[in-house]
Every structure is written in C-alpha cells, then in structure tokens.
C-alpha cells in the first residue's frame, strides 16, 4: 500500500491549492488529512469515510477547506481556499481499510504519504 501526496507550493494569503493523493494497493474505508507546522505535533485537518457521507473537518479549517475523491480511481484530495499564514505547514495524508471518521481524526491511521509542504505568504 503506498500513498504519495503532491500539490503542495507557496501561495498568498487568501489564495487556494489543491492538494493530492494518489493511492494504491487497496480500497480504503476512510481517509484524512494532517498537517504539521515546525516545531508543532502533527494535527487533523478534515477525514471523510470513503462514501462520502460522513465528514469531519477541524475548527480552524471548517468553511475553508473541502476533502473528497475521485469517482474514477484512488485519488484523494484536499481543496484549499482563503489560505492564512498560519496554514503553512506540511500536510500529510493518511488512510486506513477499517475504522471510523473519529478514529481517523484521532491520527489512527494505517498508511500515511510523505507529505507536501504548503506555505501561506502573507
């Protein structure tokens, strides 16, 4: 199982970016994403399950940010919109076969990528 996340870049304050995800070697039941800043823990950002029918996102993200996947193949993404500086982080995503949404927003997750860095300028 590997997942390879990409999309990340510098951007302006009150831009957007659209992260990515590329899974491969299995079907997921939920998925997420983190992000962590330097010299801070990795926090949650948003977890779906793979339906789409239960999403979570944390406060500092809620209205801003959009998790989702494609139809078609294993990508999943992570649409960024009014970035602030304190947005700047690396993100990571992250996905597990079995488990809950809350499990995932817990960091309880199985396969993680490498994470991309995105950085806010304001």
């Known amino acids: 199982v590997q997942l390879q996340a990409s999309g990340g870049g510098l951007v302006q304050a009150g831009g957007s970016l659209r992260l990515s995800c590329v899974a491969s070697?299995?079907?997921?039941?939920?998925y997420g994403w983190f992000r962590q800043a330097p010299g801070e823990e990795r926090d949650f950002v948003a977890a779906?399950?793979?339906?789409?029918?239960?999403?979570f996102y944390s406060d500092s993200v809620k209205g801003r940010f959009t998790i989702g996947r494609s139809n078609t193949d294993l990508t999943l993404y992570l649409q960024m919109n009014s970035l602030k500086p304190e947005d700047t982080a690396v993100y990571y995503c992250?996905?597990?076969?079995?488990?809950?949404?809350?499990?995932?927003?817990?960091?309880?997750?199985?396969?993680w990528g490498q994470g991309t860095q995105v950085t806010v300028s304001s």
């Open positions: 779906s399950s793979w339906r789409g029918d239960r999403k």
């Open positions: 070697g299995r079907t997921f039941g939920v």
């Open positions: 992250a996905a597990n076969r079995y488990g809950s949404v809350t499990d995932m927003a817990a960091g309880k997750g199985d396969y």
